[in-house]
T-cell receptor, first 110, second 115 residues
Framework: SQQGEEDPQALSIQEGENATMNCSYKTSINNLQWYRQNSGRGLVHLILIRSNEREKHSGRLRVTLDTSKKSSSLLITASRAADTASYFC??????????FGQGTTLQVKP | DVKVTQSSRYLVKRTGEKVFLECVQDMDHENMFWYRQDPGLGLRLIYFSYDVKMKEKGDIPEGYSVSREKKERFSLILESASTNQTSMYLCASAQSVLRAKNIQYFGAGTRLSVL
């Protein structure tokens, strides 16, 4: 399976700190996406990084991709209490289907 | 903005009942998906559809069927609900499965309890 495996499973930080979440996968990908889920709600797309890209930014989000190591990381800078949520990586196969991992639960304490 | 609407946020059904979960998207997307989400197991794909009347099994199709009679609507059917189908069900749509167009847009989810 090329399911994304997130690490750590849970992360607790203080407001203002940076949060880093990692993702590993097993097979070749077309792109890799990160999603966020607030408690009890649907997932929301955050960012997509193509297989030929190494780094991408969107606001306070920074995503890196290392296809040689089959890994990606999501960095949230200057975290806020509102960033409290679960974060999922989703590698996309060449057929375009996404495989979601179990997610990282982030708690940002005010 | 893409809108994916699931017909119910919460649903309580009895074992053996036939259950319909409805999902509608308003962006003319080709692809639609049904997932279930359980603690410790993440999101698992039940079925997906890449066109009207077309469907493909995902990772856990047993006990489920789907219907896509119109492009905007994708229904998940539990033929005879069982307690192990108690879960959060998430519907999603995507423009296509082609590169960079496979971003999925999710509904708010239906939390189904089977008693």
């Amino acid at each position: 399976s090329q399911q994304g495996e997130e690490d750590p499973q849970a992360l607790s930080i203080q407001e203002g700190e940076n949060a880093t979440m990692n993702c590993s996968y097993k097979t070749s990908i077309n792109n890799l996406q990160w999603y966020r889920q607030n408690s009890g709600r649907g997932l929301v797309h955050l960012i997509l990084i193509r297989s030929n890209e190494r780094e991408k930014h969107s606001g306070r989000l920074r995503v890196t991709l290392d296809t040689s190591k089959k890994s990606s990381s999501l960095l949230i800078t200057a975290s806020r209490a509102a960033d409290t949520a679960s974060y999922f990586c989703a590698p996309a196969s060449n057929t375009g289907k996404l495989i979601f991992g179990q997610g990282t639960t982030l708690q940002v304490k005010p | 903005d893409v809108k994916v609407t699931q017909s119910s946020r919460y649903l309580v059904k009895r074992t053996g009942e036939k259950v319909f979960l409805e999902c509608v998207q308003d962006m003319d997307h080709e692809n639609m998906f049904w997932y279930r989400q359980d603690p410790g197991l993440g999101l698992r794909l039940i079925y997906f559809s890449y066109d009207v009347k077309m469907k493909e099994k995902g990772d856990i199709p047993e006990g489920y069927s789907v219907s896509r009679e119109k492009k905007e609507r994708f229904s998940l059917i539990l033929e005879s609900a069982s307690t192990n189908q108690t879960s959060m069900y998430l519907c999603a749509s995507a423009q296509s499965v082609l590169r960079a167009k496979n971003i999925q847009y999710f509904g708010a989810g239906t939390r189904l309890s089977v008693l």
